[in-house]
């Protein structure tokens, strides 16, 4: 037996044999002469938790005591740890032959505790402390926190569960809570007969204790970090299957909806079988959960062996759930379980560099649903994820994908769109430049060589270096391959350039230590093509950012050749010879690199032609990254808004997802800024043109789920736009599909991928309102919630919004998880946008308590409720409130910056564009919206 269990189970016995002691020794060191930093010492590491947590789910508190072992690296008076809003009734520390009372003293600005004894000194060596605490449920959505649901009968019933990451474990049980402490947990669950309880392993025994309640004892975990513990005290049920590599792999639901858990316990045992042998890493542990949960904020958590989930992100039900439904499904399962390797097995050394865990599992989202399920077509929807990111990053309050953090509100900002999508982006760059076969041997490496540690930037890119000289990974199978064995076997495409020592951290250190991404300018002139590179930044700062320098991995093709060309663009000036001389030149080949092109010197106008001519020469990619390029160089005066239209007029040909729902994104916000002017004949004259731009794909579509996955998406989104805009062809027949499935109750089966607009047609009366409604509160089916309170937000009927917004916040009729999406839904209703932001300012400290300063839902409320503004007037409005705040309720937030610059962004755009757009509307019209 080694040393660790021996001196665990003489602790145990200890617990039993001595007595307790009667009071808390005060000490002599007072609170003031403690030397209080954000982080942890790192000279006491945590080896092992011993946890058992008893929730009382009539009390809604929680009792309970860890016993963490210690290693002592350096000698100390004190033991710092975390603990926030914890009662600690004792404190211990345990020897063989003794059992000492700790003095206990807290920061509550630091969320710490700091341990000691008289004039103890803490030698180096091994200790077990015990602490004793209790607490309330958190009535938020992080810590160990209440749940409720409804039963179809109408009875609440309450449950338990955790959401640690980032900063939250702390807030239910005492520990070490950063990243890099990893330990081991063995957890013990208490509770009543009436409830089951899982946590991250699977349950080893239950035993009876007095009182008639039930003790879950869980084997031991794998070392990780405390943001990944996990434990849920619940009535759910489940249902499993094996994987082929044997993992027990179960879905948890309530009761009456465990009918639509079929579709994720299939998807999960696919997919992790395809990371276990993709990653060549085998999944540790013996079983994978995955919990549907009633309330739940964030989309999903990857705790180790226990996911978590929304309901409407894991539950399906083949003849209610949409495609959209599906894909969304899908990939979240995919995104968790990819970091059951990227995030728990190698885990960020600080939080800092969150974008390698959350950076790898969004990208990991669409590398392996592409391969496992081919049918949803997933490739087309990625490039909208770096467009997103581009608009944050556009802005001087963008960050870098690596970026300095320190305490609990600025960790939960890193969860944004920077860490996420630019993240993901940025390593699909990567992996083009390498090619995908070193890039996956790469991050196996990476893998192996740093399983159950954590890590920084420089150790991936180190992996990812000169694959084939590596000697600490078995390369055996791709020297077979030839891979390795012959470098001139390799494709023109597997190498950009021939030095054996490419450095990828010197190039990929310009994309996550600075912020932004570089503005491409290529000016043709015969053979030569003139490059020259400078950040791409909106607003007044934009020409004051000259240090500003990326190695950029150029792709292009052009008018003469469709084979890929490649190029490393390393200064910012620089020439390229083509072989011949050229009509066009497409350079950013279907959007692989992070980065905007303008072609200067007519490039745009040969484009443009070629668009007009035959657009399938370009890939749906490339077309849809020349839209959004265009859009955006118009936004810092590079290139006329009515270029950028002319381009646009070629979309009346176009029938792909990706280009067509790029075009709306491009030109809707534009009559949307309009809305919030007041501007009703120069809006209705850009909604005429949108209209007759697509009305040949609004008159093909039908009211079925007919199609593949990205036609009947795409069905959606043009119906939905042709009924806002009162098309004769679809008011018609929405209505006529609402009024019979009324009558019916309900019973009539709508196209799922219809629905939406049939109930946002509905939505438009009184009478169909508190339908829907009555339907939101009934049905069992998360997806059809979802549509049903999607199209409550989109009706016209401003009171009706203005009570459901009220709802929200209590958490009754409208779960409060919904609350930040119903939000900016109604901030985007042109009849009802100014009660969004009155609701918003008027209940800002109870949202900030409800949902975390810096989290997400707090960002995107900010942003998305404003970002539509236009005016001076609102500008001074949105400035003024939030700079009524202090640091504790949101000041310096980085969403608020990046809401008035956007803000001043559409300001700057409508006093600049709107004589340009009026005058090309005349030009062009052919009639007014109808």
Avoid at 132 to 153: C, D, I, Q, V, W
Avoid at 199 to 222: F, I, R, W
Avoid at 378 to 392: I, S
Avoid at 570 to 590: C, G, I, M, Q, S
Wanted: net charge negative.
């Amino acid at each position: 037996m080694s040393r660790i269990m021996l001196l665990l189970l003489s602790i145990s016995l200890l617990l039993f044999l001595v007595p307790p002691l009667e009071a808390l020794n005060p000490g002599n060191t007072t609170f003031s002469s403690l030397l209080w930093s954000m982080r942890l010492p790192d000279s006491v590491k945590p080896l092992h938790y011993d946890l058992l947590i008893h929730p009382n789910l009539t009390s809604l508190s929680f009792s309970g005591a860890v016993q963490i072992q210690l290693d002592v690296l350096q000698e100390t008076r004190h033991i710092f740890l975390h603990s926030k809003s914890l009662e600690i009734s004792r404190a211990l520390l345990l020897g063989s032959r003794y059992q000492h009372l700790l003095q206990v003293q807290e920061s509550e600005a630091f969320e710490q505790i700091a341990l000691s004894y008289e004039n103890f000194t803490f030698s180096t060596g091994l200790y077990v402390i015990r602490l004793e605490f209790s607490a309330n449920l958190s009535e938020s959505f992080h810590g160990f926190y209440k749940g409720t649901y409804r039963t179809s009968s109408g009875e609440v019933r309450t449950l338990a569960s955790t959401q640690f990451e980032a900063t939250h474990a702390r807030s239910a049980f005492p520990c070490f809570d950063e990243p890099a402490f990893k330990a081991n947990f063995s957890i013990r669950v208490r509770r009543e007969p009436r409830h089951i309880s899982i946590s991250n392993m699977p349950k080893l025994k239950t035993v009876e204790l007095a009182g008639g309640l039930l003790e879950d004892q869980y084997d031991v975990t794998v070392k990780m970090s405390t943001y990944l513990v996990a434990f849920i005290v619940c009535d759910f049920l489940s249902i499993s299957r094996r994987s082929q590599h044997g993992v027990e792999i179960s879905v948890y639901t309530v009761p009456e909806k465990i009918s639509q858990a079929e579709y994720a316990l299939n998807t999960a045992v696919t997919l992790l079988d395809f990371y276990d042998d993709y990653f060549n890493i085998p999944y540790p542990l013996p079983k994978q959960d995955l919990a549907a949960i009633p309330d739940f904020q964030s989309g999903a958590m990857e705790n180790w062996g226990l996911t978590t989930y929304r309901e409407s992100g894991l539950l399906f039900d083949p003849e209610r759930s949409s495609t959209s439904d599906k894909l969304g499904i899908t990939k979240v399962i995919a995104h968790e379980l990819a970091h059951q390797w990227f995030g728990n097995l190698v885990t960020m050394q600080w939080w800092n560099d969150l974008w390698l865990n959350e950076g790898f599992a969004k990208f990991m989202e669409f590398v392996s649903v592409n391969l496992t399920y081919p049918e949803l077509q997933v490739d087309d929807y990625f490039l909208e994820k770096c467009f997103t990111a581009m608009g944050v990053d556009s802005l001087s309050s963008s960050h870098p994908i690596s970026t300095p953090v320190e305490n609990p509100a600025q960790i939960r900002e890193m969860f944004d769109d920077v860490s996420y999508q630019k993240g993901a982006c940025v390593l699909n760059m990567l992996r083009d430049f390498l090619t995908p076969e070193v890039f996956k041997i790469g991050i196996i490496r990476y893998l192996k060589k740093h399983s159950y540690q954590n890590t920084v930037n420089s150790d991936l890119w180190y992996s990812l270096t000169n694959v084939c000289q590596s000697d600490d990974l078995d390369l055996g199978r791709l020297k077979e391959d030839g891979f390795c064995s012959d470098s001139k076997t390799r494709t023109s495409a597997s190498k950009w350039f021939m030095e054996d020592d490419l450095d990828v951290r010197e190039i990929m250190d310009t994309w996550t230590l600075q912020e932004g991404f570089p503005l491409i300018t290529v000016e043709v002139k015969g053979r030569e093509v003139r490059l020259k590179q400078e950040r791409f930044l909106k607003g007044a700062e934009s020409a004051n950012h000259p240090n500003f320098l990326w190695k950029v991995p150029l792709t292009y093709i052009t008018s003469g050749s469709s084979s890929v060309q490649r190029f490393l663009l390393k200064t910012r000036h620089d020439v390229l010879y083509l072989p011949a001389e050229v009509e066009w030149v497409k350079f950013n080949v279907d959007m692989r690199g992070y980065y905007i092109v303008h072609y200067a010197a007519g490039g745009w106008d040969a484009l443009i032609r070629q668009l007009q001519l035959n657009h399938t020469v370009f890939s749906g990619n490339d077309r849809a990254s020349l839209i959004h390029n265009i859009f955006q160089l118009v936004s810092i005066g590079k290139v006329p808004l009515d270029r950028a239209l002319s381009l646009s007029q070629y979309l009346s040909s176009e029938s792909e997802i990706m280009p067509v729902t790029q075009g709306f994104s491009e030109l809707v916000p534009l009559y949307k800024l309009m809305e919030k002017r007041d501007m009703a004949a120069l809006e209705n004259q850009l909604k005429g043109y949108l209209v007759n731009v697509f009305r040949r794909l609004i008159d093909a579509q039908s009211w079925s789920d007919d199609g593949s996955v990205s036609e009947r998406m795409l069905r959606n989104y043009l119906l939905l736009f042709a009924c806002v805009r009162r098309l004769p062809a679809c008011v018609g027949p929405a209505q006529r599909l609402f009024r019979q499935w009324k009558e019916s109750d309900g019973a009539l089966r709508l196209a799922a991928d219809v629905r939406l607009v049939v109930y946002t047609e509905g939505a438009r009366t009184e009478e169909g309102w508190d339908f829907l409604l009555e339907k939101h509160g009934s049905t069992m089916y998360p997806s059809e919630r979802s549509q049903i309170k999607a199209a409550l937000s989109y009706s016209p009927l401003p009171h009706k919004l203005e009570w459901l917004m009220e709802k929200g916040l209590e958490g009754e009729i409208l779960k409060t998880h919904e609350l930040p999406s119903l939000i900016i839904s109604v901030s985007k209703n042109p009849t009802a946008y100014r009660l969004a932001w009155d609701f918003l300012t008027a209940n800002w400290q109870k949202l900030v308590k409800k949902f975390d300063l810096g989290s997400s839902a707090i960002s995107r409320m900010v942003v998305g409720v404003t970002n539509q503004y236009s005016t001076q007037e609102k500008l001074e409005e949105v400035q003024s409130f939030f700079g009524s705040l202090d640091e504790s309720t949101g000041a310096g937030l980085r969403s608020i910056q990046q809401a008035l610059q956007n803000i001043q962004e559409n300001i700057r755009w409508m006093d600049q564009n709107v004589p340009v757009l009026q005058d090309w509307l005349n030009r062009h019209s052919t009639g007014p919206a109808l």
